[in-house]
């Protein structure tokens, strides 16, 4: 989606803050979920070593068959489909809606606080030190 360029020098409204505090949060649970996704691929990987390991084990045992399972059916699989493995999802993830709704929330940031982050807790910060201050 593009967006214009517009950039504001004035304090944000506060319907602009919301807007962005919420626009913020959103690309703070998309990093939780590209955390996961990194732990998903991770665990996947760890699974997948096990089972190598296994491979020799089998074939030391005699059990041949279950050995070559291993090694032909189940360790060159992807994870979603026959192809795509657990980094293939990562890196999609990555490079479509993580890198797309990043580019969105600084162009958010951009025109509504120029650029500045945590707009809402700056906010809060300044209030809660202007009531210390009070008495």
Known sequence: MAVDDHHTTERP?????????????GMEWLHRAHGHLLAF???????MDHFAAAEPLLREAGHVDLADAIRA??????????NRWSYDVVEDFEDGVLADMDAFETTVREQLADGQRHVAEREQERRWKERASED
């Open 41 to 47: 691929h991770h665990n996947v990987g760890h699974a």
């Open 13 to 25: 409204t506060e319907t602009e803050q919301e807007a962005l505090h919420r626009v913020t949060l």
């Open 73 to 82: 059916e189940y360790l060159p699989r992807g994870v979603v489909d026959e």
